[in-house]
């Protein structure tokens, strides 16, 4: 079954344009969706695209759209099938922290992870398992 894609960005737009190349490429998602308001619906079944935030306090780590929308939605993690993160690896052991925590917390895993805008190498493997896992819409 195809899957939605619901991702957040950043003031960088670091992950939009991630998400961009990704369209470019052939992205198989049956929705592209940028979470901009705490209120949107949850998707049947989805792949979370986000950044991770560097604060000192992990609680300030997701994207605040995001937080607020995790916050209204207590049950949306049941319809998540996985997150792709962004991170700096400036941020150290912070690196990609927003997927490590969902997936600690929420048990939803972390496919892949990438550094600022990702390579296409990066790319690459994030199409081949959306491919692999959710079907090929080309």
């Known amino acids: 079954p195809m899957i939605d894609i619901l991702y957040t960005t950043m003031r960088t737009g670091n992950t939009r344009d991630f998400i961009k190349k990704l369209i470019d490429a052939g992205i198989p998602a049956s929705a592209v969706t940028e979470l901009t308001d705490p209120q949107q619906p949850v998707p049947e079944q989805f792949v979370l695209f986000t950044a991770s ?80 896992y959710f079907g090929d819409a080309r």
């Open 53 to 132: 935030y560097c604060s000192e306090d992990l609680e300030g780590i997701y994207h605040p759209t995001l937080q607020a929308w995790m916050d209204n939605h207590p049950d949306w993690h049941k319809h998540c099938k996985g997150t792709v993160v962004s991170g700096n690896r400036n941020f150290r052991s912070r690196y990609a922290a927003a997927g490590k925590m969902l997936a600690q917390k929420h048990n939803i895993p972390m496919l892949h992870n990438f550094e600022l805008k990702g390579h296409p190498k990066d790319v690459d493997t994030v199409l081949y398992g959306l491919n692999k």
